[in-house]
């Protein structure tokens, strides 16, 4: 007994090594699967505005409640559950969640290991430097002298490198506001809808502002490879945003601007 | 929001993740002490296959990080049967971090007892024999004492490391203590990039380890009346 | 009356015979002395009277009762109560005071009640001449104390014969003595005893029979009077002028 399960772990570490490249297509239908067990389970970070707690301890915004309002309208519960970003796809695959519902950029590497909706917001990977030194960086080629902080295997890490300024990856976007907070680096870069959240007047970071804007991406929901609830999301969002809803809830948390007709 | 708004959003915050640090503790003391026991036999049985067998798993369980561990027992027999299996939401999460960690610490544990146990003169073991005791009245009557004294330096070592290891459970997303304290960095509950909530976890590791360093060393003194 | 009877032992480990054909009786009271040098197969030969060895072959025959055979662990638990053994290295347990090592296998075997085991361990400790230790720790007692407590421990379970295992070879020649005079005490309380050791004087003294091993057999067997003074054997002779040499 113990051999085999001796075996099994070997065979586990060496298959989950392949875990990445071999992806399945459900055999069965996904929106049935959600269906049947009443609950549809949303991976998601805590990420303000698009999804994190009220007072009272709830998961809102903008991706929280549309999540709330998809879930609805297939007839089932929903249920936020916080995860490691790292393992997002993990995630997906061994069913612990059914979607990704975060502020997710639609990279290259997102679109070939999920399904992923239609776009429905605009984002942007912007500089973020120290407020009192923002007037001498407005724009990217002003930045060629700064050490950048930028997260690991993100959007920013891709669009500095292409630009070939140096930069340091660190864990985590926070960690790269961090960097710049403590002066172990000139800029970061980040998202632009999470630079409106964190920095400036009246967040941790009062210190620190964004100016250049390096690039424009657009984010979306994903799904396992072959979901049909793929779909059903995106008649979903057609539809509330033909009635206006999908608007007020982007009005509620302030990225109307971002937001991309359906 | 001013530092004396955010201190109780804080603690409460910690405090949450640090009973979810100390369940995981707790429960993976309860059962890799008394597994770790039973894996201890296995590698010394004389029935050799059962003894090889023990030893390689306990091999593949402390020659690979435990991290890698918490992320095949939580996602890969999801994967394989394309069911989640560990329940869903934080408990899911618990249980497969309880099952990684008791399987990881009870390995350790083993080799632990293995070696207090083998460090026993065989004397012991034949004065008891020729007073007609059975091999279940030597284990506890006169092996059992001895070796909890030999054992409680190394096992009370690996008990502190546990402390400070259940903060690796926040890969599969336990929200313990640690996750807690990053939270606040990267932005929760009105309160972003602030460092401070997570340096200031290191207090509750802290100030935890410095009780279970008192109790170990009131255990030590207990078992100072004899020698050998 | 014969109370042990040895028939042809046999023990060999990794195929090296360590003994060949043993065979010796004992009668109640008597005290056998095994002499011979390390390596001869005398320690083996008590491991082997107290089960800690299984024999190859050959009978041990305690008052008629063949106690070879079908050797089940419960079975080899009984067979060894028939003997008590003293170690070269006491093997007292640590954790125990000197009373408790007295008292804990008979109350193990439920011989008496709490109290009647404790008087007779206290007896016990009169008679090795310990009883203001009985509440000491074994690291507290010297080598020669401890000796004599082991002692005590071993007649608490009454057996037929008490065997020692070189019993002062791990003691300081000073402490020796105490333990070979609590011996010398037990052959006046008709104890029936067999004593490895390499005290030869003592052995002269205190044995009715004296066996002399070499490589695994017995070489020479009789009273002291007869192995000491008029060996028969050349191997013998040249054991005994070699012990004398040390001397």
């Known amino acids: 007994m113990k051999k085999i399960i001796a075996l099994a772990l070997v065979l586990t570490l060496v298959l989950t090594l392949f875990a990445g490249c071999g992806k399945k297509a459900d055999a069965n239908s996904d929106l049935k699967y959600v269906k049947d067990k009443g609950t549809l389970v949303v991976g998601i970070t805590d990420f303000a505005p698009m999804d994190y707690k009220d007072a009272s301890g709830n998961w809102i915004g903008f991706d929280a409640d549309m999540a709330a309002a998809f879930a609805a309208s297939l007839g089932v519960k929903v249920e936020f559950v916080e995860i490691d970003w790292d393992n997002k796809v993990l995630e997906l695959d061994s069913k612990n969640i059914d979607c990704v519902w975060n502020g997710m950029t639609l990279t290259s590497e997102v679109t070939a290991a999920m399904s992923c909706s239609k776009p429905y917001c605009n984002n942007a990977q912007v500089v973020i430097v120290p407020a009192a030194k923002a007037a001498d960086y407005q724009t990217s080629e002003s930045c060629a002298d700064l050490q950048f902080a930028v997260e ?58 964004y100016t250049a804007k390096l690039n424009s991406e657009e984010y979306g929901v994903g799904f396992r490879t072959g979901s049909d609830l793929t779909a059903a999301l995106n008649d979903f969002f057609a539809a509330s945003y033909k009635d206006g809803s999908m608007q007020a809830c982007a009005d509620t948390y302030g990225v109307t601007a971002a937001l991309i007709a359906q | 929001m001013t530092f004396l708004q955010q201190l109780p959003i804080v603690f409460g915050a910690l405090n949450v993740g640090f009973l979810q640090t100390l369940k995981l503790f707790g429960i993976t003391l309860v059962g890799a002490l008394p597994l770790g026991l039973i894996i201890a036999f296995g590698s010394m049985s004389r029935f050799r296959p059962l003894s090889i067998v023990t030893r390689f798993f306990v091999w593949i369980i402390r020659g690979t990080p435990l991290m890698i561990q918490l992320l095949i027992i939580f996602y890969f027999p999801s994967m394989a049967l394309g069911q989640p299996i560990w329940g869903s939401g934080e408990n899911g999460r618990f249980a497969a971090s309880a099952a990684a960690f008791i399987i990881n610490y009870a390995c350790y544990f083993s080799e632990i007892y293995r070696g207090g146990i083998q ?52 890969i599969i997303a336990l929200q313990e203590i640690i996750w807690a304290g990053t939270a606040f960095l990267k932005g929760s509950q009105g309160i972003s990039g602030q460092v401070w909530p997570l340096f200031f976890t290191a207090l509750y590791y802290l100030v935890f380890s410095g009780a279970l360093t008192l109790l170990f060393g009131w255990v030590e003194k207990r078992l100072d009346y004899f020698r050998g | 009356m014969i109370l042990l009877e040895v028939n042809n032992l046999q023990k060999s480990f990794d195929g090296s015979a360590v003994l060949k054909n043993i065979s010796f009786s004992m009668e109640p009271g008597q005290v056998l002395a095994i002499i011979g040098s390390s390596g001869s197969g005398k320690t083996t030969l008590l491991r082997c009277l107290n089960f800690l060895e299984t024999p190859d072959a050959g009978e041990i025959i305690v008052k008629g009762q063949k106690l070879l055979g079908g050797a089940s662990e419960e079975q080899i638990r009984k067979n060894r109560l028939h003997f008590g053994l003293v170690f070269q290295n006491f093997n007292l347990f640590p954790q125990y005071t000197a009373l408790e090592n007295i008292t804990l296998a008979p109350s193990l075997l439920g011989l008496g009640s709490k109290q009647e085991l404790r008087d007779n361990a206290m007896r016990l400790l009169e008679q090795v001449g310990l009883r203001q230790k009985a509440d000491f720790y074994p690291y507290q007692l010297s080598g020669g104390q401890q000796q004599r407590i082991a002692i005590a421990r071993a007649l608490a379970l009454r057996p037929e014969v008490l065997c020692f295992d070189e019993p002062t070879s791990a003691l300081d020649p000073e402490l020796t003595g105490e333990v070979l005079r609590v011996i010398r005490g037990l052959k006046n309380k008709d104890n029936t005893m067999i004593v490895v050791t390499h005290e030869m004087e003592f052995a002269r003294s205190v044995a009715d029979v004296v066996i002399y091993m070499a490589d695994g057999v017995i070489e020479e067997m009789g009273t002291p009077e007869e192995v000491f003074e008029h060996p028969r054997s050349e191997k013998t002779k040249a054991f005994l002028r070699g012990a004398a040499s040390v001397l």
């Open chain 1, 152 to 209: 690991a295997g993100s959007a920013g890490e891709a669009e500095v490198t292409a630009l070939g300024y140096s930069c340091t990856p660190v864990q985590s976007q926070a960690a790269a506001l961090m960097e710049v907070a403590a002066g172990t680096s000139d800029a970061a870069v980040i998202d632009s809808l999470m630079a409106a959240a964190m920095v400036g007047e009246g967040t941790g970071y009062a210190d620190l502002t």
């Open chain 2, 119 to 170: 460090s026993i003169p065989v004397g012991q073991l034949e004065a008891g024999q020729v007073l007609g005791m059975t091999r279940g009245q030597i284990f506890v009557r006169i092996m059992l004492l001895q070796v909890i004294k030999r054992i409680v330096p190394p096992v009370s070592n690996e008990i502190i490391t546990l402390v400070k290891d259940t903060a690796l459970a926040r």
